[in-house]
């Protein structure tokens, strides 16, 4: 990535944040990021949803409010019917609607293999910024979605589970992190991440590295989706997954009694996850009573940060 040295640009790649920051005035800055995938469940309605999910979520874990999107569309043209793309195209603004923002056009080519997604612009006051980057020693990490979507979306594919036991997966994609960038706004937090691609401890690596600091995960603290576990066990595991595992293997130390299913588990390759935050001690219970005001899908204090090297993470 080009080094961008403007005092307007206050978040960059450089951090491997969420989004990207530019400052317009003195109490505006925009927030903007960019989101698609190929299709990870069989209805596209749903398909469009998640994916909207996904692409807004990275404007709330900045501590920002969606004001547009616009849609990335690549679609088979001469294999699937537009039928299909419009129930897509309507999924991700039913989402759009939902965070209150605007759909006000996007790009589509011919493409082989269907992909959707969006970008997206959002706001945020300069100095209400949430980075990845200001988590401190004795913070405690709250994680506001259970996790398990890569291995349940793989279990799908290979006919492990039916539409009805991934519905709970699907219910927790599709539910935007409004309410836990509301939360975590109202109380004041250090630092916040949202879970995706890279899977919960892959995101806490790329957090911690950025603030200069290490953790403690607690492993039966973490909240899975229903079936999760079962389908893991079973080998239900995305290559994403498999690789994030090997990634890690110099930064995270697992205690003797966490099981391959649970460190597969917490390796998982997220779809439109929830957000994890870093949360001063004496705010913690504040957080949490805040997290299940707001109706978000958990609350769940999962660990803590602690001093030690950049990005090592210790679960027990």
């Not at 998640?50 to 692409?55: C, K, L, T």
């Not at 900045?62 to 793309?85: I, K, Q, S």
């Not at 099981?259 to 994890?276: H, I, M, N, P």
Request: proline share 7%; net charge negative; hydrophobic share 50%.
């Amino acid at each position: 990535m080009p080094v961008a040295t403007d005092p307007r640009i206050l978040v960059d790649a450089a951090t491997r944040d969420d989004a990207a920051v530019f400052r317009l005035t003195a109490d505006r800055a925009i927030v903007a990021t960019v989101d698609f995938f190929t299709p990870i469940v069989d209805d596209p309605y749903d398909f469009g949803r998640i994916a909207a999910a996904n692409a807004f979520s990275d404007v709330y874990a900045m501590g920002g409010t969606p004001l547009l999107a616009l849609n990335l569309v690549g679609w088979p043209r001469d294999t699937l019917p537009y039928e299909l793309l419009g129930e897509v195209l309507r999924g991700g603004g039913d989402v759009a609607r939902a965070a209150g923002a605007f759909v006000l056009g996007g790009h589509s080519i011919d493409d082989p293999e269907p992909k959707y997604g969006m970008a997206v612009v959002g706001e945020v006051h300069p100095d209400r910024i949430t980075t990845n980057a200001g988590a401190r020693p004795g913070d405690a990490l709250v994680l506001t979605k259970p996790i398990g979507t890569g291995v349940l979306t793989t279990a799908l594919k290979r006919d492990l589970v039916s539409e009805a036991e991934l519905a709970p997966a699907v219910a927790a994609m599709t539910t935007l992190n409004a309410a836990a960038a509301r939360a975590m706004l109202a109380v004041g937090v250090h630092a916040a991440t949202d879970v995706t691609g890279f899977g919960l401890l892959g995101h806490l690596h790329s957090l911690l590295e950025a603030s200069g600091a290490a953790a403690e995960v607690t492993a039966q603290a973490v909240p899975l989706l229903p079936h999760a576990r079962d389908m893991a066990a079973r080998g239900a595991v995305p290559g994403g997954t498999q690789r994030n595992l090997t990634s890690l293997a110099d930064a995270v130390s697992f205690a003797v009694g966490v099981e391959e299913t649970t460190r597969v588990l917490l390796c998982d390759a997220q779809t439109s996850g929830g957000l994890l935050i870093a949360v001063p001690p004496d705010k913690t219970e504040a957080l949490v009573t805040a997290l299940a005001r707001e109706q978000a899908p958990a609350a769940a204090v999962i660990g803590r940060v602690v001093a030690g090297p950049p990005g090592r993470v210790a679960v027990g």
